[in-house]
């Protein structure tokens, strides 16, 4: 048993779809998961969708019409029968979405978010599905809320490791040993009141490195736009390197640092299981790629992880009292209250201050909430810098012409809040 991903770049046109198409009838039409996100940038289409609707009480019908334009032009070009049941399908969804949309609106926002994208994935999951039956790779869609099972933490389902392991082997086993190719979702689950709910952006990595670990698998393969894990990302740096092989043990501090490569949630379950994860091309697939797995080599190169867009908030008890362990477990539950993931923290005398990604919707509530205790201040937008394997050379480098607000440094690893 192995386990695909194909993110949303794979797939985010005509000719993509048929380039993943030829992947799978060639080395991944045995005994294989594919597990495939939205196409192109169709998440943060509904997430706009979701924000006009719900947040800005605005009619969002004309985004609407785009997300579908944009799908109804990818099936034109696959299909030339347009009679194809894909067709209907794709009107099916979109029905459901206005369905999501037309949902009387409740106070719960992160609810409504998840029954609007997570149908992202079950529009491009119909579409590759029908695609590989109309190019004769069988294929069987499965609906993955049915497989892997959250808590309704909506846009950060817990999942339920024995009940999806359950529902995993009660649904597939007879296609396992039929050998039939499973086309499935990435980024969702379904609650046991069967209401979507999604894993965190970027989440489908993890969905595929979940069902690795219920099926055993012998491997996953991520499928990329970039040859592998690159030491820096080619969007902000120059001359960047691959790197051959990761332990665990890196993969998991690259990716908490924030490398996008691969969603942080993916290693443990890899790593309990002593699965190897392969990183791969989609252009260029017989490419060795990069794989990770467990080993004694730690990776000595330079590393460079870069955030914009990143808020840097400072809490402050209101009466000059120190920053004590009573302070520190009220800020942190309010954190975990609003899935406010800290991406660096530092610590003074009378002052807590945090760096994190600027969402929104997320950072309003807790800021508001933690006035009402704390004297809160905050700087936006901030940039976060994460070095691993640095040196002094390269620190003064990366910060020349910039303003270094918090830095901070252990052995291995450097980090600083930058602002231009
Ligand atoms: N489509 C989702 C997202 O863009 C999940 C994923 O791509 O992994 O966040
Ligand atoms: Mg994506």
Redesign the pocket.
Known sequence: MQVFKF??ASVKDASSVKNVGEIIKNVGNKKTIVVI??MGK??NKLEEIVKTYFYKNEDASSLINELKDFHLKIINELFEDKNHIVFSELENVFTEIEWAIEDEKTENYNYHYDQVVGL??ILATKIVHAYLNYVDVNSKWVDARGLIQTDNSYREGKVDYALSENLIKTQLNSDFESNTLIITQ??IGGTSENYTTTLG?????YTAALLAYFTNAERVIIWKDVSGVLNADPKYFKNTKKIDELTYHDAIELTYYGASVI?PKTIKPLQNKNIPLYVKSFLNPSEEGTVIRDSEKRVDVTSYIFKENQILISIQPKDFSFIAEDNLSEIFKTFSKYNAHANMIQNSAISFSVCLDFDEIKITPLVTELQNLFKVLYNHPVQLMTIRNYNDDIVSKLSEGKTIIIEQRTRNTHQMVLTE
């Open positions: 993110g949303g996100s939205a169709t998440t992202g994935e990435g980024f952006r970027e989440g489908s990595d969603h």
